[in-house]
């Protein structure tokens, strides 16, 4: 099914001030920020995350014990940690498959940016809206090649491909009977049954 994803972008009061990743990651370093916040930068604004059940927990469990027996060698599963996509966007999603090792990254001094990320999945109830809305306008921006929301709502995955400034072109939404093939660098390294990512 080819259709568009689209989004309505974030309707900040007049008078706003943006945010730029570079200043939000200083924020952090300087000790302004702490984990204790629970915020990530969506398009240049502090978005406060949701806070996560009991489903929502073991939706990411399930989805990443799923889908580490497929990763090879040179990539990673980078779990609820940012990936720097824009000069405005600094999200962090449920799971990201991540070229490299982490040890990498703190060498690099930096989030992993969107050419060295194959896949990111939100599992997404309450934060349906956000997921579909801010995190995938900043993903296709990005142009990371596949999004996947594990969407616990409707009990079914959609998987978003084919990035462009808008969404994604390609849209498909699998049921629990359905199986969801893994991609990383254009190669098929296997599938996954939509219910193994359910809880």
């Not at 406060?48 to 580490?68: D, F, V, Y």
């Not at 991540?98 to 990111?120: D, H, K, M, T």
């Amino acid at each position: 099914m080819a259709t568009i994803a689209r989004c309505t972008p974030l309707d900040p009061q007049a008078g706003s001030y943006r945010l730029s990743v570079h200043q939000y990651e200083r924020m952090g370093e300087a000790g302004i920020l702490t984990e204790e916040d629970r915020v990530e930068l969506l398009g240049g604004f502090l978005i406060q995350k949701m806070t996560k059940n009991e489903p929502h927990s073991a939706a990411c469990t399930e989805t990443r014990l799923a889908i580490e027996k497929l990763i090879p060698p040179g990539w990673y599963l980078r779990l609820e940690s940012p990936l720097r996509v824009s000069e405005y966007d600094e999200p962090e999603p449920d799971l990201a498959i991540v070229r490299g090792s982490s040890r990498q990254y703190v060498r690099l001094g930096r989030p992993p940016e969107p050419s060295e990320v194959a896949l990111v999945i939100e599992v997404a109830d309450a934060s349906l809206g956000r997921d579909r809305g801010e995190k995938l306008r900043a993903y296709a921006q990005g142009r990371i090649p596949s999004y996947w929301i594990v969407n616990l709502v409707d009990r079914r995955l959609e998987v978003y491909t084919k990035p462009q400034d808008l969404g994604y072109t390609d849209c498909q939404v699998l049921g629990p009977d359905e199986a969801v093939p893994v991609v990383i660098d254009q190669s098929v390294l296997g599938s996954i049954s939509v219910a193994e990512l359910l809880p």
